[in-house]
T-cell receptor
Framework: AQTVTQSQPEMSVQEAETVTLSCTYD???????LFWYKQPPSRQMILVIR??????QNATENRFSVNFQKAAKSFSLKISDSQLGDAAMYFC???????????FGEGTQLTVNP | NAGVMQNPRHLVRRRGQEARLRCSPM?????VYWYRQLPEEGLKFMVY????????ESGMPKERFSAEFPKEGPSILRIQQVVRGDSAAYFC??????????????FGPGTRLTVL
């Protein structure tokens, strides 16, 4: 079974600084996809970024980028120039190409200090 | 383009009552997924449906829980004889097709169920 682990329950960053959130996963599949979702206090799940496992190039979306290390099964999220609106719970998620479900980590609560 | 709609946003039930949660997928999406988020935890998969078919219900509790996605109308997650342990946020997501190669699950705002 696939598992997703986020080892940092809480992180904090100063406004305008950079922060990296960690995620590791375990799978025997070769074809899969990885996601970061953001859940602000409104509890809406918002897609931040996605990465295809077959792509070597790391995905980027504006201030958000990932460091995907396939051999190490690591998928970290880097937030540059942090803003107050980035404060939220961040979830790492895995989706096997052969499956139908997203498997989520337990989340990292990010605080942005002014 | 309207997003995934869920209603009600908040639902309060007493123990033993029934809870019905509704989800309307994004326009053009025919695949619906239900997830449950217990307090202080991540989301856990419950069930995956296409129109009129349950594709994967391996995450659904065996008793009291059922789901449907009729040809017309929203997907319904039904919880019979609710207990306090059912108190959670229930999220619905939709996607246009199951292959994730170009696909993503988009989430609704969730329904927060409180069982008294």
């Amino acid at each position: 079974a696939q598992t997703v682990t986020q080892s940092q329950p809480e992180m904090s960053v100063q406004e305008a600084e950079t922060v990296t959130l960690s995620c590791t996963y375990d799978t025997s599949e070769s074809d899969y996809y990885l996601f970061w979702y953001k859940q602000p206090p409104s509890r809406q799940m918002i897609l931040v970024i996605r990465q295809e496992a077959y792509k070597q190039q790391n995905a980027t979306e504006n201030r958000f980028s990932v460091n995907f290390q396939k051999a190490a099964k690591s998928f970290s999220l880097k937030i540059s120039d942090s803003q107050l609106g980035d404060a939220a719970m961040y979830f790492c998620a895995y989706w096997a190409a052969s499956g139908s479900r997203l498997t989520f980590g337990e989340g990292t609560q990010l605080t942005v200090n002014p | 383009n309207a997003g995934v709609m869920q209603n009600p946003r908040h639902l309060v039930r007493r123990r033993g009552q029934e809870a019905r949660l509704r989800c309307s997928p994004m326009k053009g999406h025919s695949h619906v997924y239900w997830y449950r988020q217990l307090p202080e935890e991540g989301l856990k998969f419950m069930v995956y449906l296409q129109k009129e078919n349950i594709i994967d219900e391996s995450g659904m509790p065996k008793e009291r829980f059922s789901a449907e996605f009729p040809k017309e109308g929203p997907s319904i997650l039904r919880i019979q004889q609710v207990v306090r342990g059912d108190s959670a946020a229930y999220f619905c997501a939709s996607s246009p097709r199951t292959s994730p190669s170009t696909d993503t699950q988009y989430f609704g705002p969730g329904t927060r169920l409180t069982v008294l």
